[in-house]
């Protein structure tokens, strides 16, 4: 398949005794909205750690664009082209929210070591950083500090971050984590365009936005992947049903 | 609340007026103590650096300090007794000219920097902090047992170093070069700071995660801060010699360290002039205090217990509010 983008070979990971990813493969496909869901203490974050570069899987690969990236370090991988969001947002706090991704555009550009030039005259990096906050709805919130922003807000910016870096797939943890019924549905709306650009790695919580925008839907259950498929197959498979999603078939 | 660059503008201007003052009611003394003040200013900028915008707390920044002085004490050393100096690949006469002396301060500081960094960077936090202090103290204990240069008594220069062009013994001439040199590090602190660098350091301190999944190397980012940082304190460790004309191994002791980074919290950490006011309101203090009892620390104490109660972007901050809103 000429299509796959990011994939992951059997990749397994243990802490002692608890097998937290048992020979996981997934793969994403070009144009795509791959959902990963599971009760908790199922092991997503630590598929997502592995992915992204935090964590060193026992054994297995992580393939991006069929490169072998599982010794990468996680700031590698992401100039290959992975574009994260994180379950909690990771934004510096101090900083304004147009500074927060105009280091997303610096991380991009691959330039950090100027050491003279003042950085908000960078109009390259500028242009770059305004475009993926409009795209988000937050170019009137360009010069509030970070840490006033609402929640709702806050995952907003995350995701225009990771726009910033123009990458080859996103991942995303929990990008709905916290928000309302409105802020969600937003957001859903976004995302689902957001699928032309890049395909999305999205592990998510909220049910509704997962049904709403998965192409594919894969099933974490104590490590393993129980069941692949389109949302249709996931919501009839029997084994889903009784592992997640809670009621008897 | 006061726009932070008149404070600035104000607080240089200040510490301008009074050496100036001094001179003409011919004190001095009072010229010497704002060199020390603009001495320590501008080692504690250096640290402001690494410690203000990389988040690392250096509990060893007398290494660069001391290593500052004893390049100074060394070449001098050797040119007022006109023995050369043989490095093995080359002998050198050892030099009394003060540009020369910073170049080998600065580089022989960025240098020890580099490699006590490469090293510390792979801890953080507490650990950090007494890797650092470690390192410092191993310099310290060189020092005092290295007889070829004094030990324990250290290296006495007879006659300050030269510049050209000016009378570095006349004190005002001599401020007026440390003051430069201090404004010189605050330009270039600045520019720092508002740089593509300054952004990916400033965000590698808040969210070393967020800075990896743009694709930069927090860890990196933060070694190179760590050398200019300890450059900046290594040229005035140079200066400071030159201002006492005498070198002892108490320049690598912990207790400048730690002064430097109380300096820093006096005034305010990751503010451009924090490390300056911070000096000011120290050695305004060892002075007035330091008259009238030998236990003057005590109200050091305190009022560093007040900043840090009560005021926790220092004096700078309690003028100026919090960081990014002036």
């Given at each position: ?100 991704v ?21 109009r ?8 993926a ?63 032309d ?17 998965a ?10 992947i ?12 029997p ?11 | ?6 404070v ?40 402001n ?7 690392l ?24 007794n ?49 890797i ?22 250290g ?27 201090l ?96 000096a ?47």
């Amino acid at each position: 398949m000429t299509d796959t983008v990011l994939e992951t070979r059997g990749i397994t990971k243990s802490f002692g005794s608890l097998c937290a990813s048992d020979g996981i493969s997934i793969d994403l496909q070009a144009g795509e909205i791959h959902a990963v869901i599971g009760p908790n203490g199922a092991g997503k974050s630590t598929l997502i750690h592995q992915i992204c570069g935090g964590l060193r899987p026992d054994a297995g690969q992580v393939l991006l664009q069929g490169q072998d990236v599982t010794a990468l370090p996680t700031a590698a991988r992401a100039r290959k082209g992975l574009g994260r969001t994180f379950q909690i947002s990771a934004l510096a706090m101090e900083d304004s929210v147009l500074e927060n991704v105009m280091l997303g555009a610096l991380g991009a550009s691959g330039r950090p070591w100027r050491f003279f030039v003042p950085v908000m005259g960078d109009r390259t990096l500028r242009d770059r950083a305004t475009a993926a906050l409009e795209r988000v709805g937050l170019q009137d919130a360009l010069h509030s500090r970070t840490a006033a922003l609402s929640h709702g807000q806050r995952r907003q910016l995350e995701v225009a971050v990771a726009l910033t870096l123009d990458p080859r797939a996103f991942v995303m943890d929990e990008p709905m984590a916290g928000l309302g019924a409105e802020g969600s549905k937003t957001l859903t709306g976004f995302l689902d365009g957001l699928r032309d650009q890049a395909p999305i790695l999205l592990v998510e919580h909220d049910m509704d936005a997962v049904f709403a925008l998965a192409d594919r839907i894969s099933v974490l259950v104590y490590g393993r992947i129980i069941a692949t498929g389109t949302v249709d197959e996931i919501r009839r498979d029997p084994a889903v049903r009784e592992a997640y999603l809670g009621d008897p078939a | 609340m006061i726009r932070e660059r008149y404070v600035n503008a104000a607080l240089l201007a200040g510490l301008l007026a009074v050496p100036l003052y001094a001179l003409l009611v011919d004190e001095p003394f009072t010229i010497t103590l704002a060199t020390r003040a603009v001495i320590l200013a501008l080692a504690a900028v250096g640290l402001n650096i690494a410690l203000g915008w990389g988040g690392l707390v250096s509990f060893g920044h007398a290494a660069f300090f001391g290593i500052g002085g004893y390049s100074m004490g060394i070449l001098a050393f050797h040119a007022q007794n006109f023995m050369p100096l043989d490095l093995g690949f080359m002998v050198f006469d050892g030099t009394k000219s003060m540009p020369v002396i910073w170049l080998v301060a600065i580089i022989t500081s960025a240098l020890a920097a580099f490699l006590i960094g490469l090293l510390s960077l792979r801890t953080s936090g507490v650990y950090f902090i007494m890797i650092t202090l470690a390192f410092a103290q191993m310099f310290y204990y060189f020092a005092i047992s290295w007889s070829r240069y004094g030990g324990e008594d250290g290296i006495s220069i007879y006659i300050r170093n030269d510049f050209p062009g000016l009378n570095t013994l006349v004190p005002i001439q001599f401020f007026g070069i440390c003051f430069a040199a201090l404004v010189l590090a605050l330009w270039l602190n600045a520019r720092l700071v508002a740089s593509p660098f300054g952004l990916a350091l400033n965000a590698a301190r808040q969210v070393p995660v967020r800075v990896q999944t743009v694709g930069l190397d927090p860890t990196r980012l933060k070694l190179v801060a760590f050398v200019i940082s300890g450059a900046i304190t290594g040229l005035a460790g140079a200066l400071f010699a030159d201002l006492n004309r005498f070198v002892s191994p108490s320049m690598f002791s912990w207790h400048l360290s730690g002064e430097l980074i109380v300096l820093i919290i006096l005034g305010g950490v990751g503010r451009l002039m924090g490390p300056v006011l911070g000096a000011v309101l120290f050695v305004a203090l060892e002075h007035f205090l330091g008259g009238l009892t030998t236990h003057w620390h005590i109200a050091l104490g305190a009022i560093l217990l007040g900043v840090v109660l009560f005021a926790r972007g220092g004096v700078i901050g309690l003028l100026c509010g919090p960081k990014g809103q002036s």
